[in-house]
């Protein structure tokens, strides 16, 4: 039940992008096309999930023995900075294919706030479900990552959507561009407030 939640809790209720604004460059950059937002989405899920992962264990078997957790903002960006070059280094020999259909996104999601914000949240929070708090498991951790990829993805795609309906449509000179994105990004954002009661 507990996963359950934090699913839930992770998609809808605390979206990364809608509710917590991280990974904002990328959801008003990359949003243009559907196409390169379910890249991104796929790249940004992978990454998140991986990051956490080895964040986690570096934290608790390196960081947390050895006394130096204050150490972990810095130790957290070299390792998914270098996550990314070896997953990048990886898809390119395994399947050229991927690779290209990825392309610029995996470099840019060394500099994704998002990344980081989910292996710190997940050391440094305290979860609330079941009426108790307590710090996540590394199963859980794993899940909670997923599941918050797995909402900026959400996010994205359906951001992507709206955006490529209103490129269709006639907008006022004023709104054009970056103006209304954000007008439709404040009404995303709004719709997700919806399920702010569920968990």
Known sequence: MEYILIIISAIFV???????????????????????A???????????TLATLVTYLFQYYVLVPL???????????LIIAALVQ??????????????????????LITTNCAVLGVA??????????GGEPH???????????????????????LFAGLREQIALNKVPKAFKGIPIALVTASILAMAFMGFSGLV
Do not use: D, R
């Open 14 to 36: 605390n979206n990364i992008l809608l509710a917590q604004f991280m990974g904002i460059c990328p959801f008003l950059g990359v949003s243009n096309k559907l196409s390169t």
């Open 38 to 48: 379910v890249g991104m989405s796929g790249a940004v899920c992978f990454v998140i």
């Open 67 to 77: 006394g130096i957790e204050f150490m972990q903002t810095i130790a957290f960006i």
């Open 86 to 107: 070896m997953v990048e280094i990886v898809l390119k020999k395994v399947s050229p294919a991927l690779y290209q259909a990825l392309g610029i996104f995996l470099p």
């Open 120 to 129: 710190l949240m997940v050391v440094t929070k305290e979860f609330t479900y």
């Open 135 to 157: 710090m996540l498991n590394l199963g859980e951790s794993v899940v909670f990552a997923f599941a918050t990829s797995l909402g900026f993805g959400l996010a994205m795609i």
